[in-house]
């Protein structure tokens, strides 16, 4: 893993991309400062993080699309894949080194709230809890760029893939108050989630017998839920997704609250995304 993280992080830094990805990250976030704080006269500075959110459609594709799409489209992911390394090693080596880019950021954005204080009191238990929450929340995003990155050997088909998703997620909140709340929606709802995990299921067990059995199990789940208590149903849908939202998990950092169901949710999503990861790369290295 050592070896991955040093060869990312000194492509990163004998080449522009992790100059530009540093210069763009503090030129916006000094944008939104200027704009929330000074200009607004403004001592919160989780404003600024807030407001700035918006260059992590940009800044994470541009960060990640390259990780294992150029590997591939240089088929030297065969190489890479051929030595004894695990897989897990060769995930986490990249998505270390792609996070640790995002931590000097923040670093050298940190002189802003220090300015700030010059201007007016500063509550730096609120600024450093917003700063832990927006480093977990590109954390997330990274790892999404890190997996869409493996899926394809196209840095552009990864670049726009990983701004679509980002963007979905970060309307999350949007999409959930719009979606109907009918109990037989949320039933189709819950059978589509039922048949995905299945499949998941299968993908890893390769094994019609237990597929076969979870899924009959889940439905059957399903229907005593629906026949005991329908209600529960009851915009189920919304629940679920809303309960998926990276920005909903970012409210309480931006109020200074430290919530361990946050972090723990972070650092799940974060994991979950790098397994996926893992599987694919370990379904083609055996291939």
């Known amino acids: 893993m050592g070896a991955i993280f040093r060869k990312e992080m000194r492509t990163y830094f004998t080449t522009i991309s992790g100059y530009g990805f540093l210069g763009f990250f503090a030129l916006i976030t000094g944008y939104f400062f200027i704009g929330q704080n000074i200009v607004g006269s403004s001592a919160n500075y989780n404003d600024t993080l807030t407001g700035?959110?918006?260059?992590?459609?940009?800044?994470?594709p541009v960060l990640t699309m390259r990780l294992f799409a150029e590997e591939s489209r240089q088929k030297t992911d065969q190489l890479l894949y051929s030595v004894p390394i695990k897989v897990t090693s060769i995930v986490a080596g990249k998505f270390l080194a792609a996070v640790c880019l995002y931590f000097i950021a923040l670093v050298i954005t940190f002189v802003f709230p220090i300015v700030l204080s010059s201007f007016g009191n500063v509550d730096w238990g609120m600024t450093l809890t917003g700063y832990l929450g927006y480093f977990l929340m590109g954390m997330c995003l990274i790892s999404v760029g890190l997996f869409i990155s493996v899926l394809t050997d196209n840095q552009?088909?990864?670049?726009?893939?990983?701004?679509?998703?980002?963007?979905?997620?970060?309307?999350?909140?949007?999409?959930?108050?719009?979606?109907p709340a009918t109990i037989f929606s949320s039933l189709i709802f819950v059978g589509i989630a039922v048949i995905i995990l299945a499949v998941m299921v299968y993908s890893s067990t390769k094994s019609f017998a237990p597929t076969a059995i979870f899924a009959l199990l889940g439905f059957a789940v399903m229907t005593g839920v629906y026949v005991v208590k329908p209600t529960l149903y009851d915009g189920v849908m919304a629940k679920v997704l809303s309960w998926f939202s990276i920005l909903g998990r970012f409210e309480n950092f931006y109020l200074g609250i430290i919530s361990i169901v946050d972090v723990v949710y972070y650092i799940t999503f974060s994991i979950a995304l790098l397994y996926l990861t893992v599987n694919v790369i370990e379904k083609r290295r055996w291939n």
């Open 156 to 179: 552009i088909v990864a670049a726009v893939s990983t701004f679509a998703v980002v963007f979905v997620l970060f309307m999350m909140d949007n999409i959930t108050s719009s979606l």
């Open 52 to 60: 700035s959110m918006i260059m992590f459609l940009i800044l994470v």
